[in-house]
């Protein structure tokens, strides 16, 4: 069995600060997880994975999450926020031996205050 | 490359109607898979398949049937139409079976269903 719990349906933030998405997952495997960022009106693109090796992964538009396995925590870091990366945030994990597929959080939709 | 394609971009319908929404990929993509999106709700899997001729149910198969004919193309096939069918609907791609590869996401088809 997996499932994501992403904290905070809305985050609000000011320009040029910090922004941080939580993301906690539940697993009875090793599990690989992903963030993806969705756009208004358009699919869904992938900003990052862990899979394994280093805990600290490193994505797009100057995002980062780490992996905390005694957490069970992939929370989702940018140190300056952009008016550009106002989006939803989708924490997904890939734990299903069976079906081989994502289950996704609900989401967090991230505004930029100017 | 393309990516992943989806037609149509939006579709509105009465409740029995049929449709087919199409998606397609040109990566040469071996795992194809159906989501839909409903608010607050993150992305529940529809249908998978890991290969032409074989697909499985996902989490929320009942009123949605497939078919994997060739490796570029997997058609969604709504059989009869229902307003809890109203939602929004991606096709995702990724190379092969493996929990770490990265899915890849179209556009999406939004759906109405009157």
């Known amino acids: 069995a997996q499932s994501v719990t992403q904290l905070g349906s809305h985050v609000s933030v000011s320009e040029g600060a910090l922004v941080l998405l939580r993301c906690n997952y539940s697993?009875?495997?090793?599990?690989?997880l992903f963030w993806y960022v969705q756009y208004p009106n358009q699919g869904l693109q992938l900003l990052l994975k862990?899979?394994?090796?280093?805990?600290l992964v490193k994505g797009i538009n100057g995002f980062e999450a780490e992996f905390k396995k005694s957490e069970t925590s992939f929370h989702l870091t940018k140190p300056s926020a952009h008016m550009s990366d106002a989006a939803e945030y989708f924490c997904?994990?890939?734990?299903?031996?069976?079906?081989?597929?994502?289950?996704f959080g609900s989401g967090t939709r991230l505004q930029v205050q100017p | 490359n393309a990516g992943v394609t989806q037609t149509p971009k939006f579709q509105v319908l009465k409740t029995g109607q049929s449709m087919t929404l199409q998606c397609a990929q040109d990566?040469?993509?071996?795992?194809m898979s159906w989501y839909r999106q409903d608010p607050g709700m993150g992305l529940r899997l529809i249908h998978y398949?890991?290969?032409?001729?074989?697909?499985d149910q996902g989490e929320v198969p009942n009123g949605y049937n497939v078919s994997r004919s060739t490796t570029e193309d997997f058609p969604l096939r709504l059989l009869s139409a229902a307003p809890s069918q109203t939602s929004v609907y991606f096709c995702?791609?990724?190379?092969?079976?493996?929990?770490?590869?990265?899915?890849?996401f179209g556009p999406g088809t939004r759906l109405t269903v009157l």
């Open positions: 398949s890991v290969g032409a001729g074989i697909t």
């Open positions: 697993s009875s495997v090793p599990p690989y």
């Open positions: 995702a791609s990724k190379k092969g079976a493996a929990r770490t590869d990265t899915q890849y």
């Open positions: 862990y899979t394994t090796g280093a805990t």
């Open positions: 990566m040469n993509h071996e795992y």
């Open positions: 997904a994990v890939s734990a299903d031996t069976g079906r081989r597929a994502l289950t």
